[in-house]
């Protein structure tokens, strides 16, 4: 085994686990970054009811970007992308521009780092363009405006025992106006699958979220989650096998809040293992549109700032009429 390679995985292992993660230093208060969008020549392949039909590289400043771990869709031509570092990218979608992307600070004023700086979710009102997004190591909430300037902040009572380093990592706003956060960590022996918490509205205003477990199949992790109808959502999941270098696994199930048992837990229905179906790296946001030409899931990849992986953002094509594995 060379030496460089398992420093790589021990690296990464380390960005991985609870309490490990290194912040750097503030940036500067006026810090913008472009980045560049390129397109990858990839065999498109189908995985269940997903095809894959367009992938990008996105490449930025080496110091500072990477660590991308969330992902909404703000209108119909862009995109917002959160890091567990504290900035935000926005970029126009790829397919209809060859725009570069902006890189920049989550809340550009001298109060921002109250906010905390580990990132993991990102959820939109899309009427109203209000963006909340989940926190770990804070195990808070915060909404931002419009404008991307945070507003308020939250931290729920449920949430104060989630994983430090694996709290409110999928967030979303569900069609119908609620909203789902899930921990990252499951629960295990007398507490099987993973926490939940259901707010009736938004979460700043609404302190009395119902409680729920999510049971998450084949040993994947909910990473992100966005909305599809009612009180659907689609949540990406991954699962990591260790090696030199190790292999990240992606998934996508369906979660119906609405189908839960009497002891509040739902049932995710595994919708694709993508497997070698698409460029395999470590996807942590997920976003959906709704265009003219069909329904597509979008997912970006987040680097853990590491040489042995990319920023990669995939375009799938969703044939909805396809039904969950039982």
Not at 122 to 142: C, H, K, M, N, Q
Not at 248 to 263: G, L, P
Not at 293 to 304: A, E, F, K, M, Q
């Amino acid at each position: 085994m060379r030496p460089k390679r398992l420093l790589l995985a021990l690296m990464l292992a380390g960005a991985l686990a609870p309490g490990t993660w290194l912040r750097d230093p503030e940036l500067p208060r006026n810090f913008h970054r472009a980045v560049a969008i390129e397109p990858l020549d990839q065999d498109f392949q189908r995985s269940g009811p997903f095809a894959l039909v367009a992938a990008w590289e996105l490449t930025g400043d080496r110091v500072q970007f990477g660590g991308l771990s969330a992902l909404v869709a703000l209108d119909g031509m862009r995109f917002l992308a959160g890091s567990d570092t504290g900035r935000k990218l926005v970029f126009e979608r790829p397919d209809r521009s060859s725009a570069p992307g902006e890189l920049s600070r989550l809340g550009e004023n001298e109060t921002s780092y109250k906010l905390g700086r580990d990132l993991e979710s990102l959820a939109i009102d899309p009427v109203s363009s209000t963006v909340w997004g989940g926190f770990e190591f804070r195990e808070s909430i915060v909404r931002f405006d419009a404008d991307l300037k945070p507003d308020e902040e939250v931290r729920p009572a449920a949430m104060r025992y989630w994983g430090a380093n694996s709290g409110a990592e999928s967030l979303a706003r569900l069609a119908d106006g609620r909203f789902l956060v899930i921990e990252e960590r499951p629960q295990r022996w007398r507490e099987p699958g993973h926490r939940a918490l259901l707010f009736a509205g938004d979460p700043i205003e609404e302190r009395a979220p119902e409680e729920l477990r999510i049971a998450i199949p084949a040993s994947y992790r909910p990473v992100d989650a966005t909305p599809v109808e009612g009180g659907k959502a689609l949540v990406l999941l991954r699962r990591v096998s260790w090696g030199i270098p190790p292999v990240f696994e992606s998934a996508i199930a369906e979660v119906d809040v609405d189908r839960h048992a009497a002891d509040g837990t739902i049932a995710a229905a595994l919708l694709t293992e993508f497997g070698p179906a698409i460029p395999q790296d470590n996807y942590e946001g997920i976003a959906l549109t709704r265009d003219a030409d069909g329904t597509h899931v979008w997912l970006i990849s987040d680097d853990n700032f590491m040489s042995i992986q990319r920023t990669l953002l995939l375009k799938l094509r969703w044939d909805q009429r396809e039904k969950a594995r039982e």
